[in-house]
């Protein structure tokens, strides 16, 4: 029976338990020659009230992402949040501006920015978390503009080694960890594996044989509602999951962004112990079980490594 539904607490923890199953799913289906460690879930929150936030912390969901640096700095500036979410986790996953770099900073808990997606961003984050005085360095990712859109931020991938040289030798007090990227919302798996995906592979892959770095000192983000398990079977190593945890947004904010795709609206199905999950959710995951033999078996000719 399928229904139209709206999201609910409730909802949460059985959503959040069903997209790790599916990530624990997909990671045994990769193929042999790739890593088998699980990937980082970022339970993407923009949007959404901090009562889903509480909600999926309680589930034991740690990594939270957001896209709008006000609505960050809000939820973590929250006293019940603060008071009980002390080990949460944000992750910036929205475009950032030179000039917005200390509101983001001023934010509790703040554990990664993973869309520096230039030397300008770079050095403003380097000079304002120095400015902090912090024991410890910030994570950061480089963004990489695959599929080479005008729409999109990020650094051309023949940039990426010039961006992440920068990053490692001028930027002392950030902490370089890997790539990321966002891949094209309508790719059909039954055409092969996400180009984009193997774009940011190449571009690690080249990135380590120019600096000298291992393949594992390299992590990828890529991967979201719509294709993580996808990502997962190249090879991801960190997936931003918000619509099917958190159910679908209507977002506020008119521009586009990096991180998720919305909806009007979001169909769920009763399963049979009477519980509910996300249809679209259900959906992916039947194609998912159509197309990951051929996928994996094409993926295993590529030799792709982790």
């Known amino acids: 029976m399928t229904i139209i539904r709206a999201m609910t607490e409730v909802d949460v923890g059985k959503s959040l338990r069903f997209v790790l199953e599916r ?11 790739l890593s088998a460690v699980k990937p980082r879930l970022v ?5 959404k009230p901090k009562s889903l936030v509480q909600e999926a912390y309680k589930h034991g969901q740690r990594n939270f992402g957001e896209n709008y640096i ?38 509790p808990n703040l554990y990664m920015v993973e869309t520096v997606d230039c030397r300008k961003i770079a050095t ?11 024991d410890h360095r910030l994570k950061v990712m480089a963004q990489i503009n695959t599929s080479k859109e005008e729409s999109k931020h990020g650094v051309l991938p023949e ?23 966002i891949g094209a919302f309508d790719h059909d798996e039954s055409a092969g594996p996400n180009p984009d995906f193997l774009s940011l592979i190449e571009c690690r892959s080249q990135v380590c044989s120019l600096l000298g770095l291992r393949l594992e000192e390299v992590e990828l983000s890529m991967g979201m509602s ?11 190593t960190n997936v931003r999951v918000g619509s099917t945890i958190f159910g679908a947004r209507q977002d506020k904010h008119r521009s586009a962004v990096p991180g998720e795709s919305s909806a009007a609206t979001e169909l769920c199905r ?11 959710a259900s959906s992916s995951n039947n194609k998912s079980k159509i ?16």
């Open 291 to 306: 197309n990951t033999e051929n996928l994996v078996k094409q993926i295993d000719k590529l030799k792709i490594n982790v």
């Open 70 to 107: 006000q609505e960050l700095c809000d939820k973590a500036a929250d006293p019940e949040i603060a008071e009980q979410c002390k080990d949460l986790k944000w992750h910036f996953i929205g475009h950032l501006q030179s000039n917005k770099v200390n509101k983001l900073l001023s934010v």
């Open 226 to 236: 719509n294709d993580f398990e996808h990502a997962i079977l190249l090879g991801s």
């Open 23 to 33: 990530i624990k799913i997909a990671c045994e289906k990769r193929p042999s020659h």
């Open 159 to 181: 940039q990426a080694a010039d961006l992440v040289t920068y990053l490692r030798d001028e930027c002392p007090h950030l902490e370089f960890i890997g790539l990321m990227t």
């Open 43 to 47: 339970a993407v929150s923009k949007t």
């Open 124 to 134: 403003v984050l380097e000079f304002s978390w120095k400015k902090l005085n912090k």
């Open 270 to 280: 009763t399963a049979p112990d009477g519980s509910s999950v996300p249809d679209a």
